[in-house]
């Protein structure tokens, strides 16, 4: 069984190495003639333009990791069946729930990468992406009216709520524009603060800098007046940490699971929407498994007859199982999102019933083919 084990093993992972190596060259490609466009715009440079498009690829890995997975365990046994090298095989005694275990353990082992890649290496490559791009275009618009965070905190005279918008951050990573709208237990406007940028300590504290505050009077009457200050730093205390901030202003994928967590669950405690951020939580959290789902979906094709059609229409096969999965993938999130579905429920429909047609199709040609 030794010998059997190191036989399957190094030609799928042969196969799903080139597999992931050609898509990782396609989407290379694509990336760096869409960030060759830029070039010569605000300083930036050729070298720039390839560093950006580098840093893309382990996030695309990550996506990309099970579609590999399926097509290169595919290629490897319906090339072996076709060889009847699998067929020898299974004289030799690996019976059908041998082989789906030693592909469940080598399915483990992509879905590891598969998380390791994702929670470390794309989320760290995406944010160097994203100073990449501020440091070469001076500073990132976030477009819109910004991002929005929220706080409530509990005062002397009840729980005071904040609202801070970010308009952008600097090309040193700075955030940019920034406003703090203050209300009281009755909603009513207490105070503003408009800073032309600022930074978030490791505290939760923010320093403020060219920072204007405007105080409303507590009593409104015609004779109050709102009083105004301008301090050249200012700092405003808050619970709203340096990961709550980075999570709302920068694009998800640099989000970790750990992360993604976290946030979702500062929203819920803020009253604010979080069942996006929960159903992304959960994606990620399963999206490993989908290795595990991949290659008990690509057993099947080595018990298929090599009448039953060419390697070339097998793989072909597989290209269009891997981009109905991620279809699917993608679409029962906001499915989820309208129909109000349970977050986990959303995110792992894909892979089980993706799970439960390769085990149906596994145990029909065992037991009819």
């Not at 405007?214 to 105004?228: D, K, L, N």
Request: charged share 15%; with cysteine; hydrophobic share 50%.
């Amino acid at each position: 069984m030794k010998t059997v084990r190191r036989l399957l093993y190094r030609d799928i992972v042969a196969s799903v190495l080139f597999v992931a190596l050609a898509f990782l060259s396609l989407f290379f490609f694509i990336d760096l003639v869409d960030e060759l466009e830029g070039v010569g715009k605000g300083g930036r440079s050729t070298g720039q333009a390839v560093l950006a498009a580098a840093l893309e690829l382990p996030g695309h890995l990550y996506e990309l990791l099970p579609i590999a997975v399926l097509i290169g365990t595919i290629y490897s046994l319906s090339r072996m069946a076709q060889s009847s090298e699998f067929t020898i095989l299974r004289t030799g005694g690996l019976g059908p729930g041998r082989a789906l275990g030693l592909l469940a353990v080598l399915g483990v082992v992509f879905g590891v990468l598969t998380f390791a890649t994702g929670d470390y290496l794309a989320p760290a490559s995406e944010r160097e992406a994203v100073l990449l791009k501020a440091r070469s275009s001076g500073g990132i618009e976030f477009g819109g009216a910004g991002a929005w965070l929220k706080e409530r905190r509990r005062t002397d005279d009840g729980e005071h709520s904040y609202s801070v918008n970010v308009a952008g951050a600097t090309a040193s990573g700075a955030l940019a524009g920034i406003r703090i709208f203050e209300f009281d237990a009755d909603g009513r406007l207490v105070a503003r603060i408009e800073a032309r940028e600022g930074r978030v300590g490791d505290d939760g504290q923010w320093l403020l800098s060219d920072a204007k505050v405007a105080h409303w009077p507590r009593a409104r009457s015609p004779q109050a007046e709102v009083r105004t200050e301008q301090h050249a730093t200012l700092a405003w205390p808050s619970s709203l940490t340096a990961a709550v901030v980075a999570a709302a202003v920068l694009p998800v994928s640099t989000m970790s699971t750990l992360e993604l967590w976290r946030y979702s669950t500062h929203l819920s405690d803020q009253e604010q929407a979080s069942q996006q951020h929960q159903i992304r939580f959960w994606r990620k959290a399963l999206y490993p498994l989908a290795c595990l789902v991949m290659v008990a979906l690509a057993l099947p094709f080595a018990y298929m007859h090599a009448r039953g059609g060419s390697v070339s229409y097998k793989v072909f096969g597989g290209i269009m199982l891997g981009i109905s999965f991620v279809l699917l993938n993608n679409l029962s999130g906001h499915i989820g999102m309208l129909r109000g579905w349970t977050p986990w429920v959303a995110a792992a429909t894909p892979s089980m019933v993706y799970l439960a047609l390769s085990m149906a199709a596994f145990t029909w040609l065992v037991r009819y083919r």
